[in-house]
């Protein structure tokens, strides 16, 4: 907030079949390595609910946008 960024990430995600993160690669930058750092790093810690095939839960890929926007007060 201090230094007034604002932006969104997108993130490549696989979601392993436990439901956990797997690799998390930079999709598309907020053009600020402080943001796109930020959303890795949160994105890591976060539990997905898995695709399923046939009833089974499954690795897959996801696009995940992370949007940091100043409100105003």
Same mark, same amino acid.
Not at 1 to 19: A, F, H, K, S, Y
Not at 25 to 30: C, I, N, V
Not at 47 to 61: D, H, I, L, M, S
């Given at each position: 907030? +201090?230094? *007034?960024? @604002?932006? $969104? $990430?997108?993130?490549? $995600?696989? &979601?392993? !079949?436990?439901? %956990?993160?797997? @690799? &998390?690669?930079?999709?598309?930058? =907020?053009?600020?390595?402080?943001?796109?750092? #930020? #959303? /890795?790093? %949160?994105? +890591? %810690?976060?539990?997905?609910? !898995? #695709?399923?095939? *046939?009833?089974? !839960? &499954?690795? @897959?890929?996801? *696009? $995940?946008? /992370?949007?940091? +926007?100043? =409100?105003? +007060?």
């Amino acid at each position: 907030m +201090r230094q *007034n960024i @604002q932006g $969104v $990430v997108t993130l490549r $995600v696989e &979601v392993l !079949p436990d439901g %956990t993160g797997g @690799q &998390v690669l930079l999709h598309e930058s =907020s053009g600020s390595e402080l943001l796109d750092d #930020a #959303a /890795i790093t %949160t994105v +890591r %810690t976060w539990r997905f609910q !898995p #695709a399923t095939e *046939n009833g089974k !839960p &499954v690795r @897959q890929w996801v *696009n $995940v946008p /992370i949007t940091f +926007r100043l =409100s105003t +007060r």
